[in-house]
C-alpha cells in the first residue's frame, strides 16, 4: 500500500535525472514542461521496460502454451496486481485494463447505463466535467430519454454540495463525477459525496484522470463503484487506462464489445461471456502498455504517493502566489482544495498568443478550452491557459513561467 | 517541431497586428447584409462573425464581429480592408494567396500575389497550431462568398477549422 512507504522530502534534482525528455533544448531553451495535466512524461525505468518487454517478452496473451505467451500473460497479469494495489481494490479481477479514461466511462455508460438507466430516469453530472464525462452521458440520454441534471458550482470552481443533495430524487439512477477537474484543478470531496448518492442507491463513477497521478488512492475507502484513469497522465504510456468496478457491478453489467478472450464458447446459436475482467477485455489488448503502466506505478510508488502529492502542492502554492501577485493576471479556478492546475488569464490577451509566446521561452503550457467548455461558459472565458505541474518540476521553473508571463504582457502592453 | 525565437516572436507580433488586435477595423455587423458566414475554431475558441453586401459582383460593404487571438482577430480586421470594393473573383483569388501563404505552399516574397500588408502574416507558417487562427477569417469569406442557399435569402453559412488546418475541400489535413 501507498502508505507504507516512508515520507520525505523529494531529491528533484535526482527525479529529473530518470525523465531523458527534461533534457530538451526547445527553441533554444531549456524546456519547462508545464503540460502535464495534458499527459506526463515517461521516466527512463518505464522506457526501458518498454524496450525490454519488445526484445525479450513479447507475444500474445491468454493464448497459447509456448514460452513467450505464458511469460507475456504472466507480466500482463501481474501489471493488473500492481493496479489493483495502487488503488487498493479489494481484488484484481475489478481492474479492467481499457484503452484510456475515456474508453473506461464509455464502457461503463454501454454495459450499465444502457441495461439499467431507462426513459425519464436522471444521471448527475457535475459543471467541472471534462467532455468525457459529459458527452456518453449526453448519449445515454438521448437513447433512452433519460435526464441529464448538472452540480452547479461557486465562483471559486467548488461544486455547491446543497445544491448536488437537492438534485437526488426517486428517479436519479446514476452520478458520475470528476474526483479532480482538469480545467480548473478543484478536489472534489468525493468520499462524502459518494456515501450521499448511496443512501439514495445511486451507483457512482469516478473520473480520476487528474487525481490518480497526484494521490494516495484507496477505492475501497472511496467505496465509489467505478474508478476510471490513463497511464499517460501518470508516467505510462498513451492506449492504456483502468475501469476499476466493484465486482458485484461488473458482473451484472453487459459487455461493452464483443469478440475474442471475453467468450468462454461460442456457436451461431448462443455466445457464453467470459467472467470478470475478461468480460470486458474482447480482442487483443495493448499488452505492452498495460506492463509499461505497470512498471510506472512501480516508479510512482518508490518515490510514494503522498510525497508526490505534498510536493506538488507546495509548488502550486508557489505558483499561484507569484502568478496571482501579477497585475493584470487572473487565476481562474480558486477552490480550498486544488490539486496541481493552475488555469489564468493575462487582460488583454488571448490565451493562444500567450501559449505560443511561452512557447519561444521553451515553455510548454496548454492554451484552449481543456475539453471543459461548460467550465469556460461558467467563467465567461472562451478559454484559458493552464499551467500544470508534476513531481519533476520546480520552483525555478515556475519563476520562469512569471518572466515569461511578463514577457506576453511587455509584447501586448 | 518550429524553432522560434523571441525575435521571431516580434517577427509574429509585429506592431501592425498588434494594433488591428486592440482596435479592429469594420468591427461590426451590417445591417441588411446580403451575405452572411461563421467561422469556428473549436480547439482555442475563435469565433467569426462576417457579413456583407455584394452588389453587381463587387463587395461593397464588409464587416465582423467575434472573438478569437491577437492573429486571428488582426488577420480578420485587415482582410475586411483588403476586399472592401475588390470583385468576387478577386477576393476569391486573395482567399488562394493567403492560404498559400500561410500554410507555405506561397512564397509571398518571390511569387506573384496581391497581398500587400498581409504578408505580415507570413511568419505563421512556421508554427502549425496558429495556421487556423489566421486563415479562418479566410475560410469564413470564402463560406460568404459560395453560399450554400444561395445569396438571395441571405443564408447563414458556418465553417469550422475542427481537426483541419485548413479545410477548405482539397487542401492539407493539418496534424494537431
Redesign the interface.
Known amino acids: 500500500m501507498n502508505a507504507a512507504y516512508p515520507k520525505r522530502s523529494l531529491d528533484v534534482e535526482k527525479i529529473r535525472g530518470d525523465f531523458p525528455i527534461l533534457k530538451l533544448q526547445?527553441?533554444?531553451k531549456p524546456l519547462v514542461y508545464l503540460d502535464n495535466a495534458a499527459s506526463s512524461q515517461m521516466p527512463q525505468a518505464v522506457i526501458d521496460r518498454i524496450v525490454r518487454y519488445q526484445s525479450e517478452e513479447h507475444s500474445n496473451i491468454h493464448r497459447a502454451v509456448h514460452y513467450l505467451s505464458e511469460l507475456a500473460t504472466k507480466e500482463f497479469e501481474e501489471a493488473r496486481v500492481k493496479v489493483q494495489k495502487f488503488i487498493n481494490a479489494k481484488e484484481s479481477r475489478e481492474v479492467i485494463f481499457t484503452r484510456g479514461t475515456t474508453e473506461a466511462i464509455n464502457l461503463v455508460m454501454h454495459g450499465y447505463g444502457r441495461a439499467f438507466i431507462g426513459r425519464g430516469d436522471e444521471i448527475i453530472i457535475s459543471g467541472l466535467e471534462h467532455h468525457a464525462n459529459i458527452v456518453p452521458w449526453q448519449m445515454l440520454a438521448e437513447e433512452k430519454g433519460a435526464v441529464l441534471r448538472v452540480i452547479p458550482m461557486n465562483d471559486a470552481g467548488e461544486l455547491l454540495i446543497d445544491e448536488f443533495e437537492a438534485l437526488f430524487n426517486a428517479k436519479t439512477k446514476f452520478l458520475a463525477l470528476t474526483h479532480v477537474s482538469n480545467a480548473l484543478g478543484t478536489i472534489n470531496p468525493v468520499k462524502q459525496m459518494v456515501a450521499f448518492a448511496h443512501k439514495h442507491g445511486v451507483p457512482v463513477l469516478l473520473d480520476g484522470a487528474q487525481a490518480a497521478p497526484h494521490q494516495v488512492l484507496d477505492v475501497q475507502e472511496l467505496d465509489c463503484d467505478f474508478y476510471a484513469f490513463s497511464g499517460h497522465k501518470m508516467c505510462g504510456p498513451t492506449g492504456i487506462g483502468v475501469l476499476y468496478g466493484k465486482a458485484q457491478m461488473l458482473e451484472k453489467m453487459q459487455p461493452y464489445q464483443g469478440g475474442g478472450d471475453m467468450i468462454l464458447s461460442v456457436t451461431f446459436e448462443k455466445t457464453t461471456y467470459n467472467v470478470i475482467p475478461a468480460k470486458f477485455e474482447a480482442g487483443t489488448p495493448p499488452i505492452m502498455a498495460a506492463i509499461a503502466l505497470g512498471a510506472a506505478i512501480d516508479y510512482l510508488q518508490s518515490i510514494g504517493m503522498a510525497n508526490i502529492e505534498a510536493y506538488e502542492h507546495e509548488l502550486l502554492a508557489y505558483a499561484t502566489e507569484q502568478v496571482s501577485s501579477m497585475p493584470g493576471v487572473r487565476v481562474i479556478g480558486t477552490a480550498k482544495h486544488k490539486a496541481a492546475v493552475m488555469s489564468f488569464e493575462i487582460k488583454g490577451?488571448?490565451?493562444?498568443?500567450v501559449g505560443?509566446?511561452l512557447?519561444?521561452?521553451g515553455i510548454a503550457i496548454r492554451?484552449?478550452?481543456h475539453c471543459a467548455q461548460p467550465v469556460?461558459q461558467r467563467f465567461h472565458v472562451?478559454?484559458t491557459a493552464r499551467a500544470s505541474f508534476a513531481f519533476y518540476n520546480t520552483k525555478s521553473e515556475i519563476d520562469k513561467l512569471v518572466v515569461g508571463i511578463r514577457?506576453v504582457q511587455e509584447?501586448?502592453s | 517541431m518550429s524553432d522560434t525565437t523571441s525575435s521571431d516572436m516580434r517577427q509574429l507580433y509585429q506592431e501592425v497586428i498588434l494594433d488591428h488586435n486592440r482596435k479592429p477595423r469594420n468591427w461590426g455587423s451590417i445591417l441588411g447584409a446580403n451575405r452572411h458566414a461563421e467561422g469556428h475554431n473549436p480547439l482555442c475558441g475563435d469565433h467569426i462573425k462576417l457579413s456583407m453586401n455584394v452588389l453587381d459582383d463587387k463587395i461593397e460593404s464588409i464587416a465582423f464581429e467575434g472573438h478569437g487571438c491577437a492573429i486571428c482577430k488582426a488577420s480578420a480586421s485587415m482582410m475586411t480592408g483588403a476586399v472592401k470594393g475588390k470583385s468576387m473573383q478577386d477576393a476569391e483569388t486573395m482567399v488562394e494567396e493567403f492560404r498559400g501563404m500561410a500554410t507555405g505552399t506561397l512564397d509571398p516574397d518571390n511569387q506573384d500575389n496581391h497581398l500587400g500588408k498581409l504578408k505580415v502574416f507570413a511568419g505563421v507558417k512556421d508554427l502549425p497550431s496558429r495556421v487556423k487562427c489566421a486563415i479562418l477569417p479566410w475560410h469564413t469569406l470564402h463560406a460568404a462568398l459560395h453560399p450554400v442557399l444561395g445569396p438571395a435569402e441571405g443564408s447563414e453559412n458556418s465553417v469550422s477549422t475542427e481537426g483541419a488546418a485548413d479545410p477548405i475541400p482539397g487542401a492539407e489535413i493539418g496534424g494537431q
Open positions: 526547445v527553441n533554444g490577451v488571448h490565451p493562444h498568443d505560443t509566446i512557447n519561444s521561452e492554451t484552449g478550452h469556460m472562451p478559454a514577457k509584447m501586448f
